[in-house]
Structure formats: structure tokens, C-alpha cells
């Protein structure tokens, strides 16, 4: 399976950009690079996805490496309510498993 | 649109009792997912359903089943529940299995094992 490697945790002031890294050096051509956060006591949720080219939406953007070893998820303008655990993880077209790594957990200061 | 409904969302059992957990996915949605969530191990994945059918199944005992319903509807199921059964069961759907496709997740089940 391929694994991601994230950061154990980040901090980020409030209204400054938050580059969140994840490694994932095993990936192959068909997994789909996902990104979901979760906050305390709720189930995860959908931030943004991506195959090989950079993505924006209104919550975040994602620049995956040329070689798509690797790839970061941008948050522009961090506020209190983006502090949560996200998670990189790789969805397989033809596997169906997914594997979620530890996640990166955001602290943002007022 | 309702989003992905997970009964119930908090219990209790006792070692060597079996329980069953349902999840609804969003309407149009074929493909539903369970994940289990410890602290310790983190979130993994247990299996998913398409269509009815089991496309792949995660590093669990046997204890552990599931199923899939004609309307998409899941439960999966624990029996000779365990202490360390004691987690966050989520659920997520999709419209299809492909790796394209955005997980919506539900609020989870708190199984909690005395």
C-alpha cells in the first residue's frame, strides 16, 4: 500500500498561510491525492483532490511535486475554525483501500 | 441534501456482547466505507461495499463484518466484542469506488467496550 508521511503537528497565526507538507514517495500513476480535516469530535471532512496538476477551491489550494512524490496543501488565510488534524491520503482507482497516515495537527493563534 | 447518517451515535457494551452499526450514505451515493479511529492506531480502514458487494477489506479479525443493502444502506457488525473494540466506527460514501471521487463522511459511532 502506498503510505503517506505528514508532520505530527504545525502552528500557524491567525490570518497568515499555513503550508502543510506530505510525503509519499511509493505513490503510483493512478492514486488521487485527497485531503481531509477533522475537528474535535466530528468525522472528517473533504478539503481538496488532486491527480497531477496544481487545484484550488474555495477552501484551499494543492501544489503536488513534477514527480508527484510529494505534494502541499495551502491554506491561504488561516483562522480559528481551520484549526483541526488533516489528513493526506491516496485513493486508488483500481484498489478501493484506502490508508490514512497519523494527519497534521494545526494549532492557530488569535 | 441530508449528508451521511450514522446510528446510533454512541454506545455501550460488555466484552463478549456483538453489536451492529448502521450508516446511511447521501442519496445517489453506491459505495460506502468504514473506518475504525483509536487513539493509538489512528484511523483505519476496515472495508468498503459497492453495489452490494465487498471490493476490499483491511487488516481486521473476522469478528468484524459487514454488509451492504440494495438501497446502499451499511451495517457492519462486531461480535465477541473485545476491550479494544472501544472506538470511533466512521463511515463515509461516494458516488463510485474511484480514486476521483470526494468521501463524504459521517458523524460516527462511539462504541465504547466495558
Known amino acids: 500500500d502506498a503510505k503517506t508521511t505528514q508532520p505530527n503537528s504545525m502552528e500557524s497565526n491567525e490570518e497568515e498561510p499555513v503550508h502543510l507538507p506530505c510525503n509519499h514517495s511509493?505513490?503510483?500513476?493512478?492514486?488521487?491525492i485527497h485531503w481531509y480535516r477533522q475537528l474535535p469530535s466530528q468525522g472528517p471532512e473533504y478539503v481538496i483532490h488532486?491527480?497531477?496538476s496544481n487545484v484550488n477551491n474555495r477552501m484551499a489550494s494543492l501544489a503536488i511535486a513534477e514527480d508527484r512524490k510529494s505534494s502541499t496543501l495551502i491554506l491561504h488565510r488561516a483562522t480559528l475554525r481551520d484549526a483541526a488534524v488533516y489528513y493526506c491520503?491516496?485513493?486508488?482507482?483500481?484498489?478501493?483501500?484506502?490508508?490514512f497516515g497519523a494527519g497534521t495537527t494545526v494549532t492557530v493563534r488569535a | 441534501k441530508a449528508g451521511v447518517t450514522q446510528t446510533p451515535r454512541y454506545l455501550i457494551k460488555t466484552r463478549g456482547q456483538q453489536v451492529t452499526l448502521s450508516c446511511s450514505p447521501i442519496?445517489?451515493?453506491?459505495?460506502v466505507s468504514w473506518y475504525q479511529q483509536t487513539p493509538g492506531q489512528g484511523l483505519q480502514f476496515l472495508f468498503e461495499?459497492?453495489?452490494?458487494?465487498?471490493?476490499n477489506k483491511g487488516n481486521f479479525p473476522g469478528r468484524f463484518s459487514g454488509r451492504q443493502f440494495s438501497n446502499s444502506r451499511s451495517e457492519m457488525n462486531v461480535s465477541t466484542l473485545e476491550l479494544g473494540d472501544s472506538a470511533l466506527y466512521l463511515c463515509?460514501?461516494?458516488?463510485?469506488?474511484?480514486?476521483?471521487?470526494?468521501?463524504?463522511f459521517g458523524a460516527g459511532s462511539r462504541l465504547t467496550v466495558l
Open positions: 463515509a460514501s461516494s458516488f463510485q469506488s474511484s480514486g476521483a471521487n470526494v468521501l463524504t
Open positions: 511509493t505513490i503510483s500513476g493512478t492514486d488521487y
Open positions: 488532486g491527480l497531477t
Open positions: 491520503i491516496l485513493r486508488r482507482v483500481n484498489d478501493y483501500k484506502l490508508s
Open positions: 442519496s445517489g451515493h453506491r459505495s
Open positions: 461495499y459497492f453495489s452490494e458487494t465487498q471490493r
